[in-house]
């Protein structure tokens, strides 16, 4: 076998091996294990290459980790947020694009719905809602709604609820992932008919510059989490190669590290709705000279865009390349 071949088809194992780490003593031995035939083929074949150099150093790494109590450093922390996060969500990619399509399915139902039928916004956001923001419409200050409660209660009552939402999402993933197609598709309803109500009334335009500025981050958030949800579900109903306990567990593992590490997330995206977002607002207020500048709500606005984009999308494909095609880099960031 080429070499070249034999990284590939390994490739993605190895990585998983070195960013993806266990405390099962079963699976860190089985991990040894195929490390060490991977290693014996490879000072066979490649004595000299840099990927026999990389499968020794994992190799190494395990059984440092098996036989001596290694002490966990503070990099760990970056390195999940810098390595581990990104490769695993590159795994998920399939599962992140496809719960993205669902979102915008379910918002363009919801907007056709509204549009055919003048209750249905009434009927997914409420009447009091509805009359309440109307009633702001027509006093000049449609989203006078961001400005009715003090900014800090409302950044930790907001920051909470999301939390909590999102992490009911993911783990409603158990129930074989219909739990959270359940909350996503009301989430994702209530979104697009919220959206299109200010859109009715002539506001479309101010409404993205207000709600978007907090809403990027937070819709986005809410996809992911569906996402992991999904993931969940999924490692029950397709276990693969594995045991259906086995794939649970790692399905498990899996979507809650990508549910806490949104969590920073959701309290920036609820920080910007409770402070930014107000100001933004008052743009539009016509009781009031103090606002956000347009120029700083696009600003905002394309920013948060472009930081999910980028970190859950571009850069794992990137960090994934990246170590399929450097060895050594892997043994680097692995030291």
Known sequence: MREALFIKKNAQKWNEYQYLQTEDPDQMADRFITLLDDLSYAKTFYPHSKVTQWI??????????????????????ITFWRYELPLMFRKYHKTFLYTFLLFLLLCSIAVLSSMKDDGFVKGVLGENYVAMTEENIEKGDPFGVYSDESRFSMWVRIAFNNIKVGFLIVVSGIMFGFGTLYFFFQNSIMVGS???????????????????????????????????????????????????????????????????????ITILAAFLES?????????????????????????????????????????????????????????????
């Not at 993931?231 to 276990?239: D, K």
């Not at 000279?289 to 999910?308: C, D, G, K, Q, R």
Request: glycine share 6%; charged share 15%.
């Open 194 to 264: 919220f959206q299109y109500m200010f859109f009715a009334k002539g506001l479309g335009w101010q409404s993205v510059l207000v709600i978007w500025i907090h809403g990027t981050l937070e819709i986005s958030g809410m996809i992911i989490e569906a996402c992991a949800g999904f993931i969940l579900g999924a490692s029950i109903i397709f276990p693969g190669t594995y045991s259906r306990w086995v794939s649970f567990k790692r399905g498990v593992k899996d979507a809650m590290k990508i549910c806490v590490s949104l969590v920073p």
């Open 275 to 335: 402070y930014i977002t107000r100001l933004s607002s008052n743009a539009f207020d016509k009781t009031t000279n103090t606002s956000l500048p347009v120029a700083a709500s696009i600003s905002i606005l394309a920013v948060s865009l472009l930081f999910i984009i980028w970190y859950f999308v571009i850069y794992p494909i990137r960090l994934e390349r990246k170590l399929q095609n450097n060895p050594a880099f892997a043994e680097k960031i692995n030291a």
């Open 56 to 77: 020794n150093s994992l190799a190494v790494s395990i059984y440092q980790t098996i036989y001596q109590n290694k002490k966990q450093r503070f990099s760990r922390l």
